[in-house]
């Protein structure tokens, strides 16, 4: 590998990779297939699939295209940011682009431009965007330790990319950006802004809901279908508790440490562990914490090995109910239950939505309670809080429509907070009609208009879109970025809150060419629309070349 290159660092990552990340949207392109018009499909035909300069119907052609194709996209992005088909896509648009970096005899790059891009790479890169040399290290020598990519390989990758950098710059153009869209995402990302949000508790917010049976029932009418229960198995249960599994005897002290050392994390020591600690400690020697959670540490043991307990014999009994080959509900069932000292425990009949409160645990076996069946009338043990538990079917109930009087508290509930979700949005339209009549007044009435409506009102002072305060409220930062100075949003409202925003004050950014930030930006949304306009070309290449290779339709 190339060693001196820690003369050299880069600070930001490259946005022509962004660029590719969001623009693709081509088809998957499968690059392996089992079928046998696919691509490295085993047989004494040799298959050709020419994609420029390698043949894709060689499996060691097709297999380099991908790997070279990972690895550079790792290298660039820090992680493996691609895979599927867009892994594919941009491992075919590498290809493609260097067969047009060979028409266009572009050179290959020399050493000292291999070593320049290297600290671009955000691979090699510490969280501030500065080279790491201990990470480009560590990366050469796990190359060194065997790993499944050689040097060669990243060698080869190295000079291919920065050979595709200068293609970039040629087939991405000069990435032109119209002055107006310079200055609208600077107002958008560097305006200066001043807001105070109001926020109105749904929890607390309580108007008054006449409620009547007539309103009841028309409301029961109109959403009937929201009460419907639908077809549904009646279940039992057989349940292992784990203490019934726990081992008569004591574990051993090896067993104990040997369980300590597999699972030290887990234990960390006891608040006031150093303090009745009064042993003196000898430089250099190693802090045996071990006795501090013994105590913990043989609880732990004991009840796993319970747990192990519980799940051998739930899973015994589904495999004896499976060979002998027990049919639900039968007499043999309930004898081979007794004869093993087991019960069934009924479970009352419930929707799928309303799982019994004494066994919460059921809400997550949905899928396999709904696989039950008389053919099929037990599970595979399922874990509880403390058990392992088979679940038996009994009967299948039929789905049925229930009177109004046995739906009727749920249909209460759900009418009061329909009609009180509707109040909260038209308090939150009343809320804004009194807020921007106050705020012509400035921000002083704004808060005291607030304060009189039982308003909470916190203040964010002098910040930006693009450095927005980390308690700001989602909805509120949104809602910034159609107001001006002295306006009121309307009311946002999330399942908790309903916020209303007033923007006290907006400064504008420095708006001019010359200004160091227009330059920034400048040259960022440049190379963006570069970095667009050069995987769209080298798109259309590969969907063209693809095309030629399809295989004939029968």
Do not use: C
Request: proline share 7%; hydrophobic share 40%; no cysteine.
């Amino acid at each position: 590998m190339i060693s001196w290159i820690q003369r050299y660092f880069h600070k930001h990552f490259r946005l022509v990779f962004a660029g590719i990340l969001l623009a693709m949207g081509l088809p998957m392109v499968v690059i392996y297939s089992s079928s046998g018009s696919g691509i490295g499909q085993a047989g004494s035909k040799r298959i050709e699939r020419p994609f420029f300069n390698v043949n894709l119907g060689n499996e060691e052609q097709a297999r380099r295209v991908f790997t070279d194709g990972n690895l550079s996209a790792q290298l660039k992005a820090g992680y493996n940011a691609l895979e599927g088909a867009q892994l594919q896509q941009y491992a075919l648009q590498r290809v493609a682009g260097l067969a047009v970096a060979d028409e266009l005899h572009l050179p290959a790059p020399t050493a000292d431009q291999v070593a320049k891009y290297i600290p671009t790479l955000r691979y090699f890169q510490d969280p501030n965007g500065a080279f790491d040399q201990k990470r480009y290290t560590a990366f050469a020598d796990s190359l060194k330790a065997g790993a499944t990519i050689t040097t060669a390989d990243v060698n080869r990758v190295l000079r291919d990319d920065v050979r595709l950098d200068q293609l970039a710059k040629i087939i991405g153009g000069p990435g032109y950006v119209m002055p107006n869209d310079i200055k609208q995402q600077l107002i958008r990302a560097d305006s200066s802004w001043t807001v105070q949000v109001a926020s109105l508790d749904y929890a607390t917010f309580a108007p008054t809901i006449p409620v009547t049976e007539e309103i009841l029932k028309k409301y029961h009418e109109e959403n009937a279908f929201r009460y419907d229960v639908p077809a549904r198995p009646r279940l039992s249960y057989v349940e292992f508790k784990g203490e019934e599994f726990t081992p008569p005897g004591a574990p051993s002290e090896a067993d104990l440490r040997a369980f300590y050392k597999a699972n030290e994390a887990s234990f960390p020591l006891p608040a006031d562990a150093e303090k009745k600690d009064a042993a003196p400690v000898i430089a250099g020697a190693a802090t045996d914490n071990f006795p501090k959670v013994r105590a913990q540490v043989e609880v732990a043991i004991r009840n796993a090995a319970s747990a192990r307990g519980a799940a051998k014999a739930a899973n015994d009994l589904t495999v004896a109910l499976f060979e002998k080959k027990l049919a639900a509900n039968s007499p043999e069932l309930a004898a081979f239950l007794a004869a093993n000292r087991r019960t069934a425990v009924p479970v009352a009949p419930f929707a799928p939505d309303t799982t019994p409160a004494d066994l919460p645990w059921l809400g997550s076996y949905a899928d396999q309670i709904a696989r039950l069946s008389q053919e099929r009338f037990f599970t595979d043990p399922l874990p509880t809080t403390n058990s392992f538990v088979v679940l038996l079917w009994n009967d299948s109930l039929p789905a049925y429509k229930p009177l109004f009087s046995e739906v009727h508290d749920r249909v209460a509930a759900d009418y009061k907070e329909n009609e009180k979700r509707k109040r909260f949005i038209e308090q939150g339209r009343t809320l804004r009609m009194t807020l921007q009549a106050a705020a012509a007044g400035g921000a002083e009435k704004f808060a005291s208009a607030a304060a009189a409506e039982k308003l909470t009102v916190k203040s964010y002072a002098n910040f930006t879109l693009r450095k927005p305060p980390q308690d700001l409220p989602y909805p509120a930062l949104s809602a910034l970025q159609g107001l001006e100075a002295g306006q009121v949003s309307e009311m946002m409202a999330t399942g908790e809150q309903g916020q209303l925003v007033y923007v006290q004050d907006r400064k504008l950014p420095d708006l001019t060419p010359g200004s160091p930030r227009y330059a920034e930006l400048q040259s960022q949304l440049m190379l963006f629309t570069a970095g667009t306009n050069e995987n769209s070309y080298l798109g259309g290449l590969v969907e063209r070349e693809l095309k030629k290779i399809e295989p004939a339709k029968p």
